[in-house]
């Protein structure tokens, strides 16, 4: 079992042991890629946990960009958080139906923010739903809740940084899709994007620091899996994905081993697919 750490992960038990407490914020941030034909709001309605708040990361995002659920400007994160009733001095929790997909996402975000009293619950939903604890199918009530945030900008990376730091090789760029897109030999979900990675990038499927149950491996596990595959773990590194939301768990995963010199390529694979005139290699 992971050791509890609100700041990064916490247990099933643990957050059982909390539901009550009243400056805890629990919120469900399921999200699913098309192909898995889910509806993330639809089992939030139908059941989530007690007081948990629908944290919808399609609509909570910079919707002038062209790319998918890119950060949130300040001020969006700010308005909606307010009205959620998540606020200054909350300890939260994030989960996803998923087990651990999406809602190291969200935790990214708030880190962005500038807000480190947040965890992602390990295991997430299908953990809760299968130990038996308790679920409701009501959403909570919600109050205005104030809430001030400081943008850390070194937590994000851009295209241009990602394409200097590829070519200069000062950090470790690290893939969280599969072995076969990383290669090159199974095609993007998403229409138009070319096949393959980043130069000078490696590959860390986000499913080799999870265990059977979709909780987080152990910190010297997770160390183990970065080595083995080839990531310098001196260098700062830049996590990337497809969309950005499985990249955080990497992120999640370095935080989690004490390694705090990284940051998360937004755009990932979305962004640097659709652009020709970017290298891409592949193998």
């Known amino acids: 079992m992971a050791q509890n750490d609100p700041r990064t992960l916490v247990s099933t038990d643990w957050l059982e042991a909390h539901l009550k407490d009243p400056d805890l914020r629990i919120l469900d941030a399921s999200w699913y890629l098309p192909e898995a034909g889910r509806n993330a709001k639809a089992e939030y309605m139908a059941s989530h946990i007690p007081g948990a708040r629908f944290f919808d990361i399609d609509e909570i ?13 300040p001020e969006k994160f700010i308005s909606r958080m307010r009205a959620m009733g998540v606020g200054d001095g909350h300890q939260v929790v994030v989960y996803d139906g998923a087990g651990l997909f999406s809602a190291a996402r969200v935790w990214w975000t708030f880190r962005l923010m500038g807000k480190t009293d947040v965890a992602v619950l390990d295991g997430g939903f299908p953990k809760w739903a299968a130990e038996g604890r308790p679920v ?7 109050r ?41 030999e199974a095609a993007e979900p ?94």
């Not at 409701?136 to 919600?142: G, S």
């Not at 809740?145 to 070519?167: G, P």
């Not at 659709?274 to 290699?281: E, P, Q, R």
């Open 136 to 142: 409701e199918d009501m959403p909570p009530i919600l």
């Open 144 to 184: 205005d809740r104030h809430i001030t945030v400081s943008r850390q900008a070194h937590l994000v990376k851009d295209v241009t940084q990602v394409a200097s730091a590829s070519k200069l090789g000062d950090y470790e760029i690290i893939d969280a899709r599969s072995s076969e897109r990383f290669r090159g």
């Open 61 to 73: 995002s910079d919707q002038r960009s062209s790319l998918p659920h890119m950060a949130p400007p």
């Open 190 to 283: 998403r229409p138009g994007l070319r096949s393959g990675h980043i130069p000078n990038s490696k590959s860390v499927p986000f499913g080799r620091l999870l265990n059977a149950d979709k909780t987080m491996k152990s910190p010297m596990e997770i160390r183990g899996v970065f080595e083995d595959a080839g990531v310098d773990l001196r260098k700062p590194a830049i996590t990337s994905c497809g969309s950005g939301v499985t990249a955080a768990i990497l992120s999640l995963a370095m935080e989690r081993i004490g390694k705090t010199d990284h940051s998360l390529y937004d755009g990932s694979w979305s962004e640097w697919g659709m652009y020709g005139d970017l290298k891409v290699a592949k193998g």
